[in-house]
């Protein structure tokens, strides 16, 4: 195919630090806490860490040796490496994702660049009326919508002025800026008094709690949080050269992923122990809890907006990789120009973003299969389609297009750690048939069926 020429990121660096910006997002800071909060704590972390390193390890060298082999979106990445066959739907499927997901994404991104705002003039005092205010905001309709707008238009601007001048650049300053707000939120939670009973959470295991949707979140989570299973990491890697180092990179990536994830419990479960809230609230935590107790800190004002200026940041640097799936494909495929790509399939997911952002006013009655619009959206990608996505991409690999071509590809340039044996039996069989599993025992479960 002829067309532009692809561009590549810059250096290695430019690459991870773009990857750990798609990883990094409201999956670390929104919901891990939350998540980590209502599965009881430290048991949910260690079977999390556990589902971080032996799946989501191999998912992401595998996703972007795909990627750096064929230099091509998703569905043209899998019609490459196996031409004439329905392998290319796996790609599909996630660049169908990559739309479910951005326009929920968004929504949620859209509530935090208002809570940036409101952070300054102060939020009521007391879990109750913080709870108020934030039902009060969702469930308008001018402001979610416009944030929700103005979040996809700077997305798309982003991904029209492409990959190095747009992706890279913004993450190279977006991303430190990220760690620095972090630790200026932390250095508040950790001193305030009573701060050691939210770390002891953290840290203190509940086994009472475990059931298999424990591990359907984890798994879940572990997908999510690495943007693995729908063809972004993939994405990022056709623009890698075949000389850096892929092994290297990705757990550079998981690193980084992981330690915010972490970081963020420590920036949120002190503060929330210290003013005497429950930690177990769900996806109220950063939209309710949160504002709850920078009302009652000192300098509150000033926490707040800080800590919803890194949400936003956060949530940027990965709604720029889920553009940049979709645009990929119409850009390879159809030979749309970026710009074109970057700015219709924006509009477009605005759209489809518009239940959701009203999931809570308007469209209040309207449910499916008992969720509302924006746990529809939610429930559907992450529980669904990101595990399917992965687990049908290791299938591929580890039956169809092989260990030994995965194995070359992803070691072609590294040179410390490399891909070793050991993930062949894990790729092949065991992160297939456990995914599926539990997959299916969850989501039946989510539908009141219980098979244990
Ligand atoms: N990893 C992002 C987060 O944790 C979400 C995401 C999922 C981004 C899939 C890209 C692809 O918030």
Redesign the pocket.
Known sequence: MTGPVREQWLSRIGFVLAAAG???????IWRFPYVLGEQGGAVFLLIYLVCIIFIGYPVMVTEISIGRITQRNPVGAFKALAPGTPWWIVGAIGVLTGFI?LSFYSVIAGWSVSFIFKALTGFPVGAEAAGEFFVGHITGVAEPLIMHFIFMVITAGIIAAGVVKGIQRVVTYLMPALVVLMLVVILRSVTLPGAGEGIAFMFTPDFSVITIDTFLSAIGQAF????LG?G?ILTYGSYLSSKDDIPKSSLQVIFADTSIAILAGFAIFPAVFAIGLDPASGAGLAFITLPAVFAEMPAGEFFGFVFFLLLSIAALT?AI??LEVVAAYFIDEKGWTRKQAALLMGAIIFIVGIPPALHAGVLGDVTIIGMDMLDFYDFVSDSIMLPLGGVLTVIFAGHFWGMKALTDEANKGATGIKVGNWMAPFLKYIIPIGVFVVMVVGVLGRFGIELF
């Open positions: 798609s990883a990094v997002g409201l999956g670390n997901i999510f949080t690495l943007s729908m972004a990965s990789s889920l």
